[in-house]
């Protein structure tokens, strides 16, 4: 990944503590705050965080670039009016962070993971063989992966077969065979996109954002094709291979998790464009705009409505082995799904989560009590 970003906390010093010896102190200190994951997520390459001295009393929180924000920001409040330390943020991406969350229990790991997807049954294999079961799943609310470029740039207005047409890796031939995609502008694609080379700063396949678009976005697209229908009715493996599989000719680049890079980036290139949450077209919407998918805008209420098809759930998934051993875990997840933090007027909705029903949210603050009471709270 290139960026990562880590929400970290020095502790607070003793209000004895001058500020230039409080600084001291906190320099001094091997992290500071900070849990070190930055290999999580090379490929399979897993290491076992080492977390000692003042981050051992944490929550960890690993996870997805785009719910890393929410967690932030109820890390921080969660932080200020509790008791209780102010948790650790890695962000990880999704995958890399199901990796991490399932290495094993106990304070040194990780007890909640960020998810913009639901959880893989070969990753809950995983917590399983390392005695993980059973993770508690919390919806949060809703995002939408947008189609962003430079507010300099072409507008789009693009379909999900287009998108399929322009991305995927090998394009069928018509008489049942596949052949390299061929397509090196949008306007080859389809006459009504913007004459210019088909460049997509995109998510790596560690990302839930990467999954949740080629699952909504290419797999749908995919099905437009006749070819691709039939074999899918034939071998539904092997469509999903052909329609997950991503061009690597350099028309899509893996960007890393760090979405605010992206932007940048799209900035620099106007003709470019970039796979982002929505609530990182919401914190940029100075720079970037987005694109329509089939008409539809990518705003608030398309996307709570489901119009928007390129919308999905966020979680965040809690380790129950842990909540006996970390302290204020369950008071976290109340923070989380309170209607302070996650309601209509709640602070998460500034950051650009998009709120669950009144109902949804009643169920998943029943899920949280669950939680205290099974701490004994």
């Known amino acids: 990944?290139?960026?990562?970003?880590?929400?970290?906390?020095?502790?607070?010093?003793?209000?004895?503590?001058?500020?230039?010896?409080?600084?001291?102190?906190c320099l001094a200190l091997p992290a500071c705050g900070r849990t070190d994951l930055s290999k999580l997520e090379v490929g399979d390459r897993i290491v076992t965080?080492?977390?000692?001295?003042?981050?051992?009393?944490?929550?960890?929180?690993?996870?997805?670039?785009?719910?890393?924000?929410?967690?932030?920001?109820?890390?921080?409040?969660?932080?200020?009016?509790?008791?209780?330390?102010?948790?650790?943020?890695?962000?990880?991406?999704?995958?890399?962070?199901?990796?991490?969350?399932?290495?094993?229990?106990?304070?040194?790991?990780?007890?909640?993971?960020?998810?913009?997807?639901?959880?893989?049954?070969?990753?809950?294999?995983?917590?399983?063989?390392?005695?993980?079961n059973n993770p508690a799943e919390i919806r949060i609310g809703y995002d939408g992966i947008v189609?962003?470029?430079?507010?300099?740039?072409?507008?789009?207005?693009?379909t999900k077969a287009e998108l399929y047409r322009a991305l995927a890796k090998d394009l069928p031939d018509g008489q049942g065979g596949f052949v390299p995609n061929p397509y090196k502008s949008w306007k080859e694609v389809a006459p009504s996109l913007p004459d210019e080379p088909i460049l997509v700063f995109g998510p790596p396949p560690t990302s839930g954002t990467r999954d949740a678009f080629v699952e909504l976005g290419m797999e749908h697209g995919a099905l437009s094709?006749?070819?691709?229908?039939?074999?899918?009715?034939?071998?539904?493996t092997a469509f999903l291979q052909r329609a997950h599989t991503i061009r690597t000719d350099g028309a899509w680049i893996d960007f890393g998790e760090n979405d605010a890079a992206v932007v940048q980036a799209l900035t620099k290139t106007p003709t470019a464009i970039g796979i982002l949450g929505f609530s990182f077209l919401e914190q940029n919407a100075d720079r970037v705009k987005a694109g329509l998918l089939s008409g539809v805008t990518p705003d608030f209420e398309h996307i709570k409505d489901g119009d928007y098809g390129l919308s999905?759930?966020?979680?965040?998934?809690?380790?129950?082995?842990?909540?006996?051993?970390?302290?204020?875990?369950?008071d976290f997840v109340?923070?989380?799904?309170?209607?302070?933090?996650?309601?209509?007027?709640?602070?998460?909705?500034?950051?650009?989560?998009?709120?669950l029903t009144d109902q949804d949210r009643v169920e998943e603050q029943a899920r949280a009590a669950e939680l205290k009471t099974e701490t004994g709270g």
Not at 88 to 117: H, M, W, Y
Not at 147 to 158: C, E, L, V, Y
Not at 312 to 330: C, D, H, Q, T, W
């Open 1 to 25: 990944m290139t960026g990562k970003e880590l929400s970290m906390t020095c502790a607070r010093p003793p209000a004895f503590v001058p500020v230039l010896a409080a600084l001291a102190l």
């Open 49 to 132: 965080p080492s977390i000692t001295g003042i981050d051992a009393e944490k929550i960890k929180i690993v996870g997805s670039s785009t719910v890393s924000p929410f967690a932030t920001a109820v890390a921080e409040q969660f932080g200020a009016v509790t008791e209780w330390p102010t948790p650790v943020v890695e962000t990880t991406g999704t995958g890399g962070g199901f990796k991490a969350f399932c290495l094993g229990t106990g304070p040194s790991q990780p007890s909640i993971s960020n998810a913009s997807r639901p959880i893989k049954d070969s990753e809950r294999a995983l917590c399983a063989a390392n005695g993980v």
């Open 147 to 158: 189609i962003a470029n430079s507010k300099a740039g072409p507008d789009f207005d693009i």
């Open 225 to 236: 094709d006749p070819q691709m229908s039939a074999l899918h009715q034939q071998d539904e």
């Open 312 to 330: 999905r759930m966020l979680f965040i998934y809690v380790k129950r082995e842990n909540l006996g051993s970390v302290p204020g875990i369950a």
């Open 334 to 355: 109340e923070e989380f799904v309170s209607d302070g933090a996650m309601g209509v007027d709640g602070y998460l909705l500034d950051k650009g989560l998009i709120p």
